[in-house]
């Protein structure tokens, strides 16, 4: 079967840095996506990683390393607004996205 | 430009009932999704269109049914609905269907069934 998984919460201090990782094992890889989603909000694209190695888009960056079935990204100095849900997803040999559960970020004073 | 927008943005329905939820985009993308999100859940697929005309099921199709006569709208229709079908619905849309083509949500529809 397919699947990805991440951590389902995790906390952190504004202004430090966090990573939230995401291993999958899904049948066939067309790219990983991270979304954020606020609560009761929609999901909002992030970034999207085919080839190893890491993106840096301004304060977020995501790595993938696609023989070990791993991403993560990073959030640095983190703001209050970055509390949020951070959702994973794997494009498979469909071109169909599969999703993990999403992981909570609670971001503290 | 409204990106995506989807109607109702809640509703409460009594087992049993017919219900469509209402999704139009006007950034003119070729592919269109519903999907499900439950609480502790990911996102799953419910159906898709790859391009007006054509539509597919994705991971959990059953008690739903979706149509699209044209690029802009792609309505969701729960012919009897039963409680296990209350989520919060999403709408999204792509350009294309390749990898790089980010999909791009709608507000989404809160639904109950009671």
């Known amino acids: 079967g397919q699947n990805i998984d991440q951590p389902t919460e995790m906390t952190a201090t504004e202004g430090a840095i966090v990573q939230i990782n995401c291993t999958y094992q899904?049948?066939?890889?067309?790219?990983l996506f991270w979304y954020q989603q606020h609560a009761g909000e929609a999901p909002t694209f992030l970034s999207y990683?085919?080839l190893d190695g890491l993106e840096e888009k301004g304060r977020f960056s995501s790595f993938l390393s696609r023989s070990k079935g791993y991403s993560y990204l990073l959030l640095k100095e983190l703001q209050m607004k970055d509390s949020a849900s951070y959702l994973c997803?794997?494009?498979?040999?469909?071109?169909?996205?599969?999703w993990g559960a999403g992981t909570k970020l609670i971001i503290k004073p | 430009i409204a990106g995506i927008t989807q109607a109702p943005t809640s509703q409460i329905l009594a087992a049993g009932r017919r219900m469509t939820l209402r999704c139009t985009q006007d950034?003119?993308?070729?592919?269109m999704y519903w999907y499900r999100q439950d609480l502790g859940l990911g996102l799953r697929l419910i159906h898709y269109?790859?391009?007006?005309?054509?539509?597919g099921k994705g991971e959990v199709p059953d008690g739903y049914s979706v149509s699209r006569a044209n690029t802009d709208d792609f309505p969701l229709t729960l012919a009897s609905a039963v409680p296990s079908q209350t989520s919060v619905y999403f709408c999204?849309?792509?350009?294309?269907?390749?990898?790089?083509?980010?999909?791009?949500f709608g507000p989404g529809t809160r639904l109950t069934v009671l």
């Open positions: 950034m003119r993308h070729n592919a």
């Open positions: 990683n085919v």
């Open positions: 269109s790859n391009t007006a005309g054509t539509t």
């Open positions: 999204a849309s792509s350009a294309g269907t390749s990898g790089t083509d980010t999909q791009y």
């Open positions: 997803a794997v494009m498979d040999s469909n071109y169909q996205l599969i």
């Open positions: 899904t049948s066939g890889f067309n790219g």
